[in-house]
């Protein structure tokens, strides 16, 4: 990982860009690490596409949890612990232009799929983008500006009709860590459940039936919603007064 260097005077200093991605790629390691099965090829993180990042993920979520936070993150001259209020910014500054990044990988989504799912040769390709894209289309389109060309996730980049996992792993892993919201971000039980359920499981079952085994019902999009400030939850909104 590429952490910010120390200085002469000051000790290695991690943005919480650093610490997302420390804790977004300790999820993949622990995926491998903590697998239990027979056959390396269903191994750990040998999962589908679009389930692959929900143990990543998951873990990023808590990087905003100041009880999560209170455990290391100290001031490296006060010893101070990170204010609520600081913690809180972070949350608002994510929340800043999530609505039109969410609708915007939406379209980027379909676009995927609407050039996979062709059976016979393209002759217009800004049509095809425009088609699309249509039902997720909040500006007016440029004329003949089209993204396909440089989109190359979707061609030789290994997302090929799977461009979609990306907000699908999303709403797997708000959905998920909702259920910790629930019972406590620590809870040994949920995490117990997280643990058997995925974590050790690889691809050795369909990630849906593993996924239900873990919530107890299929995932749901509101925890992304909230988190993402699109959506109003009232049990956050207490919280948020409250400090
Ligand atoms: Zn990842």
Redesign the pocket.
Known sequence: MNFTKPTADKPSLLTPYEVETFL??F??ALHGLLANTTYASLSGTNVYRDF??LP??FNENYLTEKEFLDGFARHYITGETIPQELVDKIIRSAQFGAAYACIRQLGFGYTDMAWHDATQPIEDAVALERQATKQVEIFEPVDNLIFSPTFSHIFSGGYAAGYYGYKWAEVLDADAFAKFKENGIFDKNTANEFLNNILTQGGTDNPAKLYRQFRGQDPSIDALLIRDGIKKAPEINAEINKN
């Open positions: 977004h790629e999820g993949h692959v990042e990543s993920q």
